[in-house]
Nanobody, 130 residues
């Protein structure tokens, strides 16, 4: 089964930006995420995990965002690098949390609920603070 790894988290000041990356491998070899939708989720301290954004498979490419990040975030694929990115700008302390990427079992995705996502990464911590 594919293993997803997130990177790019860290400590950022309010108003700053981050670009998170998600890559996948199987038995040490790159796993082609192109045929699958990918979602980004986050879990703030003391809160339930929630969706942030998702991108359809490379064949379709559609994107979806939750309201809290709409207009200040962008999810994208770099198929040549077999990586999915989530850029978030204008960060606020409310963006603090562990960010996870997840691989869906189909071309299409949703950002409300985790249904349809089969494989998950371990998460990367994002802390927005002065």
């Amino acid at each position: 089964q594919p293993q997803l790894v997130e990177s790019g988290g860290g400590l950022v000041q309010p108003g700053g930006s981050l670009r998170l990356s998600c890559a996948a491998s199987v038995a040490g070899l790159e796993f082609d995420m192109g045929p699958f939708a990918i979602g980004w989720f986050r879990q703030a301290p003391g809160k339930e995990r929630e969706g942030a954004a998702c991108i359809e498979s490379s064949s379709f490419g559609g994107t979806k965002y939750v309201e809290s990040v709409t207009g200040r975030s962008a999810i994208s694929r770099a198929d040549a690098k077999n990586t999915v990115y989530l850029q978030i700008d204008s960060l606020t302390p409310e963006d603090t949390g562990v960010y996870y990427c997840a691989l869906a079992t189909s071309d299409f995705c949703q950002v409300v609920g985790a249904s349809g996502y089969r494989y998950w990464g371990q998460g990367t911590q994002v802390t927005v603070s002065t």
